[in-house]
């Protein structure tokens, strides 16, 4: 099956200009990602940079592979190396900065990537042994268990750290303080304690991941933006590796993925193109939070 | 012969002028052949002194090679040919050095007082000033480095620290790359000094911290005076620079300097060989097979020596006598895609006319059709060309997974395979099993003489190698195929356990203080446990013994199984004669280890040891590493490394996928070899550069696997883990190959071949053997035709083997923790029970438990054995794809059904059988129901649809459980009636009582009245009245079974489901006291103690 690419004149007039960030929003099916690939054939053929300099995130594995299979067949006579384009996903992307990494982040190279499902199950260990006070259980443990990672894996993807949480317990008056209504305050005053409760098993996880070297799916965005953030030289290090930085589907990305593009992405160092749809927000499971895409602020310019 | 009188000019010319020599060619163009016929030609026709020549290896093995092939082609012992590596020839001259100085020393200031005539007095001075130089082995220079790291400066080390303090992977993992980081340096003579400052543009503070151990590590080794095989090679280059008279000497001593692999040759190494030889160095070697860059060797020393020599003292050998054309064919243009290199030319010698093996480059969709693949290419190379299984050799990449795969895989299809990995004893589940009990033992003698100190001293598991607690122990060790405890039954043990575990410290405390409680639960296993206690408690007092006595002992004692099941088993397979091999290098190590450590050698000592080991990583030392892989039987499961210098008949390369070759590139954090070359070129490293030498390392790496052939090779690849781009280049290379054939006429073309071709039978065999019930169906009804047996307890005993290889206990789900099943993980709490489920569990509950639970489920599900299947899917295709119900047509479909899993029969009677069966089936099936009972029903009403085929449905019971299920047949006779016909392939049909206690039936009907999927097609049957019906297939009278109205009590049915759902939620699975009928088809009778008592 060939793929060919006709774009329209809308479309060619994105992918010539030469702003530092290029927001594309459109809505389902005007072809966003065929303006992106066409971007960065387009980049490629004028020799504005070399392959390794691209850096292009998709939000799954099949939209990696769909990506490079349609690159490779645009540039095939051209002899440019498309397997040295770094395309990945977010977490991949993750993965790839903590293998190269992992000693300063103290992981060693003996770190295991584990699973949903090994996660849960460390969460079940927890859970059996665990002596609840408020949190209720109730008929389906499965389940019970589930929310309890989805608690733990959301705090990651707001990049909140048990730190956090701790010091928001602890001093949650004077976070609440700005609330006017006392309803609320209220409402909120009557969560402390469970969220006392979810912050110990929060505790314990971690632990018990430190303990064996485990790194788990939300730790994989998670950790890669701490490290860029604290480590100004590594942070350079990708600014610099990295000329041109393709997002497609922005409006998926959840806070973390977007503060850890934020890291890599420097104002005058690189230059960003972002793709998304604020009507498509169809992996909001994953935390993904619509206003990445409108409140574009943390990044500088909006184009 | 004739080739080695090609290579007298060459000899001839060596000699004459005095000059250095390169022969290098491609793998197999016999270069170790013309270094074993130079030395030959040198004492035997040139008459030199053997003492005058000496030859580099690369390691120990090559050198046991090259003594004993020289040896032969000169008749006479070699000894005085000095025949060594690197380290040898250093370590000799070191001792042979300092002890020299010493004595020149000595006699200076002794020389006046030293009388002649004190003979027996000097030769003990002598000893004295020429002591052995004092080598640390790795694990001793681990522990070196262990010790630094522990006295270390929490301010000054903070890198460092935060990493020995996390966890106790990542400490090895730090200590593992200090330790190579050391080694590397030295080996590339750079000093501490001299890479702090060239650092600089990488430095982080990690590296430079690392850099400081690396000087505390040397004054260390100053200040004890030990040498490190780095230090060894430092010393031996800066004396050679710096004293001449020893130089000298040396550069007088040797006529003739033959160095092996010099693509393998590091820095140091290259430094000193410039040094000792005036000229006459004859250097062999080939760039494109330089794979220990992990270790040190560097190409680019090949290079300079390469660029230094003058182009006619460079012998290309072309002829390559080991490939045969294709394989040499392909693996040169594979290696031609890397850049960094020196082309050369090479043919096989033999005619491309006459090829005889094959080359196949191909995928599967999965790892499953993969290694079919390989045991049907296996059985075809070893039955039908006749090859010996150990000229077969599949090379791996190290990685445990794969190996494990191919392991495992061999052993199931009782094909003999030799696995000289390093892993292989501490991996070994028995050699883990004896450590267990070793381990128990010890903490239990800890935990009676309230001794808690000691238990902290073993360090806590690492890889999950061996386990720290007694409770987890206990389990693992009742759990072991030896004692086989019910898992139900400790299950039941635990939860007294837990409820109550404020009062016992631990398990064992519990089981001991409550064993008469158990004995109520079930007698049998309870006799497991009695026995387990008694080793136990035995073995716990004798803690104090030798460990090799110890352990022999456990292996001898009859209560832990090993006597009975394997040391006396007579029909062991010939895989499992491996096993003994392996439990025998075991029982030897550990003897080494008694001997080693006279003074400590209880078995508290010995475990000490291992995990001591086991921390450092160097688990091989439990091995002996002396054996040598040709002494074995059985397919060589190798690594590429170890393939160097072997040659096969036949060469598997599988599992060719992204991230195996080349694996992922990332940039290397510490150090790195590709960064000291780099170094040493005086260049900083960039990250491009480093990732191309990457991919030419592991592209030399494969090839080096592709050169070992010498007739067959297969690559495979599998492309569910998408396929490396590797095996991408090798296909278009093939088809390239296969393209310029296309005009000539060759027999090469048919050597060259895609997956259809082989032979499916073998296929359909190595699926059976992976399906135990498939297998014993198939023996069950060969036995039955020739000998008329019955199934008897030797025959079960065979049954147990098969059962015990695919089954293994250890895989059973409960044994694990709850959320094995990937699929599924939060399904604790199962709410579905399908009419079958629950229609067995009716049958016999200890069934249920083990095609429900166990998940072993019947063969049927996959393939059509039985008929069954396939009559009820041809009378669906018949009532649902056409409208014409004529005769021919239904025994067409028959017909279809038949030819679509004809192949999974594998036996011809089979087929037979059921093809005649069937067509008098459907003759008989024809007649009986669709003439005289459907159309003759089907005039009645015209206007609606009227029947239903195959219809599925489910309803809820009760608040929580939902029962699904499918109706074969709905007829709707009229606006009031409707009849369910159930088809039976059996010809038997049910008695009076069968009626009565049958559910099936009666829940369709309870089903249909409260179904709502059902009702919604316009079915409307809760107002009908609705008639229940068998009908046999196999009948040929009377056909239909009425189960009249009275029979179904919808109350008395409720109950009865109720009842069925709550024992299964309570997981009471008893078995059901014997309808022998029943039982004898039953496929879970081999598990079961009444028909067949006591588990062995």
């Known amino acids: 099956m060939e793929i060919e690419f006709n774009l329209t004149d809308e479309q060619k007039e994105i992918i010539s200009s030469k702003n530092e960030i290029k927001k594309v929003i459109a809505c389902a099916g005007s072809g966003k990602t065929s303006i992106l690939t066409g971007n960065i054939i387009q980049i490629l053929k004028d020799k504005v940079c070399k392959p390794h300099e691209i850096l292009a995130l998709t939000f799954t594995n099949n939209a990696a592979e769909n990506m490079r299979e349609r690159i490779k067949k645009n540039l095939y006579d051209d002899y440019i190396d498309t397997d040295s384009i770094d395309i990945y996903t977010f977490n991949s992307f993750g993965n790839y900065i903590i293998k190269e990494n992992s000693f300063i982040l103290g992981y060693g190279k003996n770190f295991k990537l584990i699973n949903e499902v090994q996660s849960w199950q460390i969460i079940y260990n927890i859970f059996k042994n665990y002596d609840f006070k408020q949190l209720k259980a109730g008929k389906d443990i499965g389940k019970f268990v589930k929310d309890l990672l989805d608690y733990i894996w959301n705090l990651k993807n707001n990049l909140i750290t048990l730190q956090n949480l701790k010091d928001y317990i602890k001093n949650y008056k004077e976070y609440l303080a700005d609330y006017q209504s006392s309803g609320l305050f209220r409402e909120e005053e009557e969560k402390i304690p469970y969220i006392t409760e979810l912050a110990g098993i929060y505790d314990i996880y971690e632990n018990i991941k430190k303990k064996n070297n485990y790194i788990d799916y939300a730790d994989q965005v998670f950790l890669p933006y701490f490290l860029l953030k604290e480590n100004q030289v590594i942070k350079q290090k990708y600014v610099l590796k990295y000329k041109y930085i393709f997002v497609d589907e922005f409006q998926d990305t959840n806070n973390a993925q977007a503060y850890l593009l934020s890291m890599i992405f420097s104002k005058d160092k690189n230059k960003l193109m972002i793709v998304g749809d604020d009507d498509q927000g169809i992996y909001g499971f994953r935390g993904a939070c619509i206003e990445n895409i409108r409140d574009f602020s943390y990044f500088g310019e909006t184009a | 012969m004739s080739q080695e009188l090609n290579y007298i000019n060459y000899f001839r010319n060596i000699v004459q002028k005095n000059d250095n020599y390169l022969v290098t060619g491609c793998p197999g163009t016999g270069k170790s052949f013309f270094l074993i016929q130079f030395v030959r030609y040198l004492i035997k026709e040139e008459k030199i002194n053997p003492d005058k020549i000496i030859v580099f290896t690369f390691n120990r093995k090559t050198s046991r090679y090259y003594r004993e092939e020289i040896s032969k082609v000169i008749d006479s012992s070699v000894s005085e040919i000095a025949i060594l590596t690197f380290h040898s020839f250093c370590l000799e001259f070191l001792s042979r050095y300092y002890a020299n100085a010493a004595l020149k020393n000595f006699f200076k200031s002794n020389f006046n007082n030293f009388k002649f005539n004190e003979e027996e007095k000097f030769e003990n001075i002598f000893n004295d000033l020429t002591g052995e130089i004092k080598l640390l082995t790795a694990p001793q220079q681990w522990e070196l480095i262990t010790n630094i790291l522990n006295n270390l400066d929490e301010n000054n080390y903070f890198h460092i620290d935060k990493l020995l303090r996390s966890n106790s992977y990542t400490k090895v993992s730090i200590i593992q790359e200090i330790f190579d980081y050391i080694l590397r340096a030295k080996e590339n003579l750079l000093s501490p000094e001299y890479l702090a400052k060239k650092f600089t543009p990488y430095i982080n503070e990690l590296m430079s911290e690392i850099n400081?151990?690396?000087?505390?590590?040397?004054?260390?080794?100053?200040?004890?005076?030990?040498?490190?095989?780095?230090?060894?090679?430092?010393?031996?280059?800066?004396?050679?620079?710096?004293?001449?008279?020893?130089?000298?000497?040396?550069?007088?001593?040797?006529?003739?300097?033959?160095?092996?692999?010099?693509?393998?040759?590091?820095?140091?190494?290259?430094?000193?060989?410039?040094?000792?030889?005036?000229?006459?160095?004859?250097?062999?070697?080939?760039?494109?097979?330089?794979?220990?860059?992990?270790?040190?060797?560097?190409?680019?020393?090949?290079?300079?020596?390469?660029?230094?020599?003058?182009?006619?003292?460079?012998?290309?050998?072309?002829?390559?006598?080991?490939?045969?054309?294709?394989?040499?064919?392909?693996?040169?243009?594979?290696?031609?895609?890397?850049?960094?290199?020196?082309?050369?030319?090479?043919?096989?010698?033999?005619?491309?006319?006459?090829?005889?093996?094959?080359?196949?480059?191909?995928?599967?969709?999965?790892?499953?059709?993969?290694?079919?693949?390989?045991?049907?290419k296996i059985y075809f190379l070893n039955k039908v060309k006749g090859i010996n299984l150990r000229d077969i050799a599949i090379i791996l990449r190290g990685s445990e997974f794969e190996t494990k795969v191919i392991e495992n895989f061999l052993a199931q299809n009782n094909i003999t395979y030799y696995l000289r990995n390093s892993r292989s004893i501490p991996t070994s589940k028995y050699v883990?099993?004896?450590?267990?009990?070793?381990?128990?033992?010890?903490?239990?003698?800890?935990?009676?003489?309230?001794?808690?100190?000691?238990?902290?001293?073993?360090?806590?598991?690492?890889?999950?190698?061996?386990?720290?607690?007694?409770?987890?122990?206990?389990?693992?060790?009742?759990?072991?195929?030896?004692?086989?405890?019910?898992?139900?039954?400790?299950?039941?043990?635990?939860?007294?356990?837990?409820?109550?575990?404020?009062?016992?410290?631990?398990?064992?405390?519990?089981?001991?203080?409550?064993?008469?409680?158990?004995?109520?639960?079930?007698?049998?296993?309870?006799?497991?446990?009695?026995?387990?206690?008694?080793?136990?408690?035995?073995?716990?007092?004798?803690?104090?013994?030798?460990?090799?006595?110890?352990?022999?002992?456990?292996?001898?004692?009859?209560?832990?199984?090993?006597?009975?099941?394997?040391?006396?088993?007579?029909?062991?397979?010939?895989?499992?004669?491996?096993?003994?091999?392996?439990?025998?290098?075991?029982?030897?190590?550990?003897?080494?280890?008694?001997?080693?450590?006279?003074?400590?050698?209880?078995?508290?000592?010995?475990?000490?040891?291992?995990?001591?080991?086991?921390?450092?990583?160097?688990?091989?030392?439990?091995?002996?590493?002396?054996?040598?892989?040709?002494?074995?039987?059985?397919?060589?499961?190798?690594?590429?490394?170890?393939?160097?210098?072997?040659?096969?008949?036949?060469?598997?390369?599988?599992?060719?996928?992204?991230?195996?070759?080349?694996?992922?590139?990332?940039?290397?954090?510490?150090?790195?070899?590709?960064?000291?070359?780099?170094?040493?070129?005086?260049?900083?490293?960039?990250?491009?550069?480093?990732?191309?030498?990457?991919?030419?390392?592991?592209?030399?790496?494969?090839?080096?696997?592709?050169?070992?052939?010498?007739?067959?090779?297969?690559?495979?690849?599998?492309?569910?883990?998408?396929?490396?781009?590797?095996?991408?280049?090798?296909?278009?290379?093939?088809?390239?190959?296969?393209?310029?054939?296309?005009?000539?006429?060759?027999?090469?073309?048919?050597?060259?071949?895609?997956?259809?071709?082989?032979?499916?039978?073998?296929?359909?065999?190595?699926?059976?053997?992976?399906?135990?019930?498939?297998?014993?169906?198939?023996?069950?009804?060969?036995?039955?035709?020739?000998?008329?047996?019955?199934?008897?307890?030797?025959?079960?005993?065979?049954?147990?083997?098969?059962?015990?290889?695919?089954?293994?206990?250890?895989?059973?789900?409960?044994?694990?923790?709850?959320?094995?099943?990937?699929?599924?993980?939060?399904?604790?709490?199962k709410n579905y029970f399908s009419y079958s489920s629950l229609e067995s569990y009716n049958q016999c509950p200890f069934k249920y438990k083990h095609q429900y639970l166990f998940k072993i489920r019947n063969a049927e599900e996959k393939i059509p054995l039985l008929t069954g299947i396939i009559y009820h899917e041809v009378i669906r295709r018949f009532f649902q794809e056409s409208s014409k119900y004529e005769l021919c047509y239904l025994l067409e479909i028959f017909n279809e059904e038949i030819q679509k899993v004809k192949n999974q029969f594998?036996?011809?009677?089979?087929?037979?059988?059921?093809?005649?069966?069937?067509?008098?089936?459907?003759?008989?099936?024809?007649?009986?129901?669709?003439?005289?009972?459907?159309?003759?029903?089907?005039?009645?009403?015209?206007?609606?649809?009227?029947?239903?085929?195959?219809?599925?449905?489910?309803?809820?019971?009760?608040?929580?459980?939902?029962?699904?299920?499918?109706?074969?047949?709905?007829n709707i006779i009229d606006e009031n009636t409707a009849e369910i016909i159930d088809f039976k392939s059996s010809q038997n049909k049910y008695s009076k009582q069968d009626l009565m206690d049958e559910l099936q039936l009666k829940i369709y009907k309870f089903g249909l009245k409260h179904s709502k999927s059902l009702n919604h097609d316009g079915l409307n049957l809760a107002n009908k009245n609705i008639n229940l019906r068998y009908y046999f297939l196999g009948s040929e009278k009377d056909p239909f079974v009425d189960l009249p109205d009275e029979y179904y009590d919808e109350s008395d049915l409720i109950l009865k489901i109720k009842k069925i759902i709550s024992n299964i939620k309570d997981e009471n699975f008893e078995i059901m006291p014997g309808n022998y009928m029943s039982c004898r088809y039953c496929d879970y009778k081999i598990f079961c103690d009444k028909y067949y008592g006591n588990r062995i």
């Open chain 2, 212 to 376: 400081n151990i690396y000087v505390k590590y040397n004054d260390k080794l100053i200040e004890n005076n030990f040498y490190d095989y780095g230090r060894i090679l430092q010393e031996t280059e800066s004396i050679l620079e710096n004293d001449k008279s020893a130089l000298d000497y040396y550069k007088q001593r040797y006529k003739f300097v033959l160095i092996d692999d010099l693509q393998e040759i590091n820095y140091a190494e290259s430094e000193i060989i410039k040094k000792i030889a005036n000229n006459n160095i004859i250097f062999f070697g080939n760039d494109d097979e330089s794979i220990y860059a992990f270790r040190g060797s560097n190409i680019n020393n090949y290079f300079k020596i390469y660029e230094s020599l003058k182009p006619e003292n460079i012998f290309f050998l072309n002829e390559n006598f080991r490939n045969n054309y294709l394989i040499a064919e392909i693996s040169r243009m594979f290696i031609e895609r890397n850049k960094n290199r020196i082309k050369k030319d090479s043919k096989s010698v033999y005619n491309n006319n006459q090829v005889n093996g094959e080359v196949v480059v191909t995928d599967f969709n999965n790892l499953h059709e993969e290694l079919n693949f390989i045991l049907s």
């Open chain 2, 906 to 970: 594998g036996f011809d009677f089979y087929l037979k059988e059921i093809i005649e069966d069937g067509i008098k089936t459907f003759q008989n099936f024809y007649n009986f129901f669709v003439a005289d009972y459907f159309l003759a029903n089907l005039t009645k009403i015209r206007n609606s649809k009227t029947f239903f085929c195959e219809k599925k449905f489910e309803f809820e019971f009760g608040n929580e459980d939902i029962i699904t299920g499918k109706i074969d047949f709905i």
């Open chain 2, 432 to 829: 883990k099993y004896v450590l267990n009990i070793c381990r128990l033992c010890i903490l239990i003698n800890d935990f009676n003489n309230n001794n808690n100190q000691l238990l902290s001293q073993i360090p806590d598991e690492i890889n999950n190698y061996f386990f720290n607690s007694i409770d987890l122990l206990v389990k693992n060790l009742l759990f072991f195929e030896f004692f086989d405890i019910e898992p139900l039954f400790f299950k039941e043990i635990e939860s007294v356990y837990f409820s109550d575990s404020v009062k016992y410290k631990n398990i064992w405390d519990f089981i001991l203080k409550n064993l008469r409680y158990f004995k109520k639960i079930d007698k049998n296993n309870y006799e497991k446990l009695i026995k387990f206690i008694s080793l136990i408690s035995k073995y716990s007092k004798k803690t104090h013994i030798s460990s090799f006595e110890f352990i022999t002992d456990l292996f001898e004692n009859e209560k832990t199984g090993f006597k009975e099941k394997i040391l006396n088993y007579n029909n062991l397979m010939s895989s499992e004669k491996n096993l003994l091999k392996v439990l025998n290098d075991y029982l030897e190590s550990v003897k080494n280890f008694d001997k080693d450590n006279l003074m400590q050698n209880s078995v508290r000592d010995y475990l000490y040891y291992i995990d001591k080991l086991k921390d450092n990583q160097f688990i091989e030392e439990i091995e002996e590493s002396n054996k040598d892989i040709d002494e074995n039987e059985g397919i060589r499961i190798i690594s590429f490394y170890e393939s160097k210098n072997y040659e096969f008949e036949a060469v598997f390369i599988p599992f060719l996928n992204k991230g195996y070759i080349p694996s992922d590139f990332y940039t290397p954090q510490i150090y790195d070899s590709k960064i000291f070359q780099m170094f040493l070129e005086k260049k900083y490293p960039d990250d491009d550069e480093i990732k191309k030498i990457h991919e030419e390392q592991e592209r030399k790496i494969l090839y080096m696997g592709f050169t070992r052939s010498k007739n067959y090779l297969y690559i495979t690849s599998n492309k569910y883990k998408k396929t490396s781009s590797f095996f991408i280049e090798i296909s278009s290379d093939l088809k390239k190959i296969k393209e310029s054939f296309k005009n000539k006429e060759s027999g090469l073309l048919t050597c060259l071949q895609n997956n259809d071709d082989f032979n499916s039978k073998i296929i359909y065999f190595s699926y059976l053997r992976n399906k135990w019930l498939l297998k014993k169906k198939a023996l069950v009804s060969t036995y039955r035709i020739t000998e008329n047996l019955l199934a008897d307890n030797n025959k079960y005993n065979e049954y147990l083997l098969y059962l015990n290889k695919i089954y293994n206990f250890e895989n059973w789900w409960n044994l694990k923790d709850e959320t094995t099943n990937d699929f599924n993980p939060f399904n604790l709490h």
